[in-house]
């Protein structure tokens, strides 16, 4: 199978290219670079294209290139971002996606799978938890609302073009090669602050929880969501499991063999307070479960950033 991955420089990316790859998948990435990093990629093996996702040359290399599948990755995944600049964040994840939605149905493009997020359900009561595909979505940040009109127009590419499509709706993600944002970066910044021996920082009072899922785990979910017969519909990839940052930080300690006294400041604006998504229609259609454990992925983690400081 010919397979695109947009934002295959970024951290997701990084992991989802190596399987696929493994695998005997041929691959091509398109990535600008504006926050991935190409040593983060194999150093041959696949095709690179340093393009925008919303270029016109983006669209005709995407035509020219008679992709069976296209597994888009890229956009910007900064909730307070998205607060400070609601056109930026449009951009990234609306057009964008329409841009590369139109480069598949132009050149027949058999599956497009999608990254959101847990971000689209919006702040819920508790005893809502664990999050359900079927509820409704109520994003509290434009980061959250841009990924559920994405979903939208995958939604209406399928019924008007007959575009398949598989949305997975990410928890939490974390692991080797993850930058300082988005919605997972706290483990990447508690991670490298303890690999250099610096305090760490809670934003809140650490009760806040949220659904952490290792990058490994991911990347296996879309491979499963590339050949799956359960198509043009929404899945959680997730654990289905919730950890206040305060249940963090001590299973940083177990991991790194030393207790932890984190500090504390101001809650953020746009986070929501606890997060955690059910997974048991992507272990039913997917055949797909998480297997590593977050103590285990902490530890590789933490592992990956205490070696890049050498």
């Known amino acids: 199978m010919k397979v695109l991955v947009t934002g295959g420089a970024g951290f997701i990316g990084s992991h989802l290219v190596r399987r696929l790859m493994a695998l005997g998948y041929e691959v091509t990435v398109l990535d600008n670079l504006s926050t991935g990093v190409r040593a983060h990629l194999p150093e041959e093996g696949f095709t690179f294209w340093e393009l925008d996702d919303r270029a016109p040359e983006a ?6 290139g008679h992709f069976d599948a296209i597994v888009h990755l890229a956009g910007q995944t900064m909730v307070d971002a998205s ?7 449009a951009s990234e994840n609306v057009l964008g996606t329409v841009n590369v939605l139109e480069a598949a149905r132009a050149s027949g493009v058999k599956r497009v799978i999608f990254a959101s997020t847990a ?55 974390y692991g080797e090669r993850q930058g300082d944002k988005g919605e997972g970066g706290v483990i990447s910044i508690f991670a490298k602050r303890v690999a250099k021996g610096e305090p760490l920082i809670i934003f809140g009072d650490g009760g806040q929880t949220r659904d952490f899922i290792y990058a490994g785990d991911i990347a296996n979910g879309i ?50 307070y606890r997060s955690m998504l059910a997974n048991e229609k992507a272990k039913a259609s997917l055949h797909w479960q998480p297997e590593v454990s977050l103590e285990e992925g902490l530890r590789r983690t933490v592992a990956y950033f205490a070696s890049a400081e050498l």
């Open 59 to 64: 669209r005709e290399r995407i035509v020219g």
């Open 83 to 89: 607060i400070r600049d609601p056109h930026f964040d």
């Open 119 to 173: 971000a689209a359900y919006g702040d819920v009561e508790e005893d809502v938890l664990p999050l359900q595909e079927q509820l409704p979505l109520a994003p509290m940040s434009f980061y959250g609302l841009t990924k559920v009109v994405a979903e939208r127009y995958l939604a209406l590419y399928q019924a008007l073009y007959g575009l398949d499509y598989v949305v997975l709706r990410f928890a939490n993600v």
């Open 223 to 272: 491979v499963h969501a590339l050949t799956t017969e359960h198509a043009n519909t929404a899945y959680n990839l997730s654990t289905q499991t919730e950890t206040s940052l305060n249940d963090l930080v001590a299973i940083f300690g177990k991991a790194v063999g030393r207790e932890l006294h984190p500090a504390h400041e101001a809650a953020r604006e746009g986070d929501i």
